[in-house]
């Protein structure tokens, strides 16, 4: 399920082979499913762009059979680091995403509880941590460049350091982690 119909076309196209897998047009605040339809869900990375998230995780609970199981996984860009590079400059630029750039920037940490309020069980909580020692893939996948830029242009970020701390990243030797919170969690049986 994607609101952007190239994206459901893509994924039709991918899963054209794969009969038990359904490809639709839909928000995860309302899904277009019947009550009690789904055996499994996943929701990666998606969460932190939505209006509700408590809302990704009711309608989780009401599309699920009993039994059914829904994988989330959601990131915390709070917990973003990277080396080299000032310490501060890493942090105002964290404090720029978490506030401007995405809408729930540390949803990964709240997986557990807005499913227990949901009404479903958690049968697992994880955390991945991926490690990026290629600054160029780092940049692509977390928006280093483009998100320092726009911290600068919104008055967040100091040109002048922003500068220095990207030439820095891209100097290397690079290293960049951030928090991964993978939840697993299950719709009680009637």
């Known amino acids: 399920m994607d609101t952007e119909p190239g994206m459901v076309e893509e994924a039709g196209r991918r899963t054209s082979g794969t009969p038990q897998i359904s490809v639709r047009l839909g928000d995860a605040q309302a899904l277009p499913l019947a009550d009690a339809s789904v055996d499994r869900a996943r929701a990666d990375r998606m969460v932190q762009h939505v209006a509700d998230p408590a809302a990704v995780f009711a309608e989780l609970h009401r599309v699920l059979r009993p039994g059914g199981l829904a994988c989330v996984a959601e990131p915390d860009w709070d917990s973003l680091v990277v ?5 501060s400059t890493n942090r105002a630029f964290n404090r720029f995403v978490c506030s401007t750039m995405v809408r729930n920037a540390t949803v990964g940490r709240s ?52 500068d220095a701390w990207l030439a820095a990243l891209a100097a290397g030797p690079f290293l960049a982690a951030s928090m991964v919170f993978v939840g697993v969690f299950v719709k009680p049986a009637a």
């Not at 080396?83 to 310490?87: A, F, L, V």
């Not at 955390?127 to 990026?132: H, L, R, S, W």
């Not at 692509?140 to 350091?161: C, F, M, P, T, Y």
Request: hydrophobic letters at 50%; charged letters at 30%; proline letters at 4%.
């Open 83 to 87: 080396d080299p590079g000032e310490r």
């Open 111 to 162: 997986l557990a509880r807005l499913a227990l309020e949901a009404g479903l069980e958690v049968l697992d909580v994880s955390v991945a941590a991926p490690v990026f020692r290629d600054f160029g893939a780092a940049d692509k996948i977390l928006g280093l460049s483009r998100n320092a830029e726009r911290a600068v242009r919104a008055g967040q970020l100091d040109r002048a350091a922003a």
